[in-house]
Every structure is written in C-alpha cells, then in structure tokens.
C-alpha cells in the first residue's frame, strides 16, 4: 500500500519559512517524478514545483526564487523549502508521485497523493 505523508505545514508571518516534508512508504520515489500542489481556499489545485529522478527541477512563476525543492532518497522522502512567504501562499499543500519520471506540474499525471498539510501565511 503506497502512503505519503505530508509534514511541516502551519501558521507564519509575511517574509517567514517554512520547510515541508513529504515521506513515502511502499513506493521508492528516487526513481521517479515528485511534485508539490496546493489548494488555496476557493481556487482550483496547481502545480508548485516537482523533481525528477535526476534532481532536474520545476517551479511556477509565483514560487520561483523563493521555493526550493529538493529529495533525499536514503530516506525516501522529498523536501520543499519556502522561502519569504507571502499571503497569497496560503493553501493545502499536497505531495505526489507516480510512475513516471517526466518533469511536470500536470496533476493528472500523478499516481499517488498525500492527504496535505495546510500553510497559512497572516500577520
């Protein structure tokens, strides 16, 4: 049985960070794509960021130079490190993973998804 879990998510000011964690279990994801989503309040899931097997990264416009993800395989899990949060942050943020290694953001392209850690960025 494939299971991801989410981890690191919770309140922070503007310009605060947070690192969130997403651990696999059944499923080794080193070889294959792992992409972050969130779902902000009213709004339609999107694509934040992914990493292929090959650490080739991808990130939206919105996070770029701010988010950084990265994977550590010995633990079989998958990091995403953000940077100078905003307001407009504030979602549900998923971690997926599948069977292929191509590097995207389209959701429909992920096999397995965690059940998400919420971010909310207020002052």
């Known amino acids: 049985q494939v299971q991801l879990v989410e981890s690191g998510g919770g309140l922070v000011q503007p310009g605060g960070s947070l690192r969130l964690s997403c651990a696999a279990s059944?499923?080794?994801?080193?070889?294959?794509?792992v992409g972050w989503f969130r779902q902000a309040p009213g709004k339609q899931r999107e694509g934040v960021s992914s990493i292929n097997s090959s650490n080739s990264t991808l990130y939206v416009d919105s996070v770029k130079g701010r988010f950084t993800i990265s994977r550590d395989n010995a633990k079989n899990t998958v990091y995403l490190q953000m940077n100078n949060l905003k307001p407009e942050d504030t979602a549900v943020y998923y971690c997926?993973?599948?069977?292929?290694?191509?590097?995207?953001?389209?959701?429909?392209?992920?096999?397995?998804w965690g059940q998400g850690t919420r971010v909310t960025v207020s002052s």
């Open positions: 059944g499923f080794f994801m080193e070889s294959h794509t």
């Open positions: 997926a993973t599948g069977y292929s290694n191509y590097l995207h953001l389209n959701q429909y392209g992920y096999d397995y």
